[in-house]
């Protein structure tokens, strides 16, 4: 079952190459950073019990360094050779400091990053002049490299109720990086995943998850003709916006890459005032 997961993200990510050239690059970009996740992901799993959590602890209770900061200098180098010049640029940096120094940026992001706005600054550090973990580029290089651990983690936690729908993930509380439609009845439910360890929670269809709005005049969604299985729910009190994949249009959907994939709805929606309230992991 996980590895269709990840082979279901990897096949598709191959699939909208052709249907959306302008995001071509990009998602031949995620392909291979899906395939890397998915052998990190199985090494975890082959290193750990099978068993679900036998405690109440936080996801972001757990971080086992001792295991993964060998599979780091890997990764670094994988990123050196397939990434964008600004992500490059920043693997080699961190490459270049040695493993005593990768530790911090992990635990930063993992610790304190439970969700980062979208307005991370893709410069050089201003006092080394250099791209340091506090750029877009270095806490996109955590946030890859730790996506598949805390799927992990989240895969193997209890599910608990968390009453009414929350608006950041209830296993480890980050922002969601797309909301789902999903078929039920003679209309749709919705729901949400998690921009770090992927979990599907329930969520209200009228609803902000950025600021709470409820009030139906100021929520909206708009979709593009040529586009017609993606929508941009936007919040005119906050002015932030979330794509929505719905899968009543096609099951042949996969929400996190088919959210990758959307550019021009991005686009469409900054052009209008709208700030994203989770950038992916493409930066966009």
């Not at 995620?30 to 890397?36: D, I, K, M, P, T």
């Not at 099978?50 to 990764?75: A, M, V, Y």
Request: hydrophobic share 40%.
């Amino acid at each position: 079952m996980i590895a269709d997961q990840w082979n279901r993200r990897i096949r598709r990510a191959n699939e909208l190459t052709s249907c959306y050239p302008f995001a071509a690059e990009g998602l031949r970009f995620y392909a291979r950073l899906a395939a890397f996740q998915q052998s990190l992901y199985w090494e975890i799993q082959q290193s750990s019990d099978s068993s679900t959590s036998s405690d109440d602890r936080p996801l972001r209770d757990e971080l086992d360094l001792i295991f993964l900061l060998p599979k780091f200098f890997g990764f670094l180098s994988l990123i050196q050779q397939i990434a964008p010049p600004p992500l490059a640029r920043a693997a080699a940096h961190l490459a270049d400091k040695g493993v005593g120094n990768w530790a911090r940026p992990l635990e930063e992001f993992w610790r304190k990053e439970a969700a980062w706005p979208a307005d991370i600054p893709d410069t050089p550090d201003e006092e080394t002049g250099e791209p340091g973990a506090a750029t877009l580029p270095g806490r996109l290089l955590a946030w890859i490299f730790l996506q598949p651990y805390a799927e992990y983690l989240a895969n193997r936690s209890r599910t608990t109720s968390v009453g009414e729908a929350p608006s950041t993930c209830p296993l480890c509380g980050a922002k969601p990086i797309v909301g789902v439609l999903r078929p039920e009845g003679d209309g749709a439910k919705k729901s949400l995943i998690c921009m770090l360890c992927a979990h599907e929670w329930a969520f209200r269809r009228i609803y902000c998850p950025a600021c709470g709005e409820q009030r139906e005049p100021q929520l909206a969604f708009y979709k593009a003709p040529e586009i017609t299985h993606v929508r941009v729910d936007v919040c005119d009190t906050c002015h932030t916006y979330l794509k929505s994949i719905d899968l009543t249009k096609t099951g042949l959907a996969v929400p996190v890459v088919d959210e990758l994939a959307t550019i021009p709805l991005d686009l469409w929606a900054r052009e209008h005032g709208y700030e994203k309230l989770q950038i992916n992991l493409l930066g966009t």
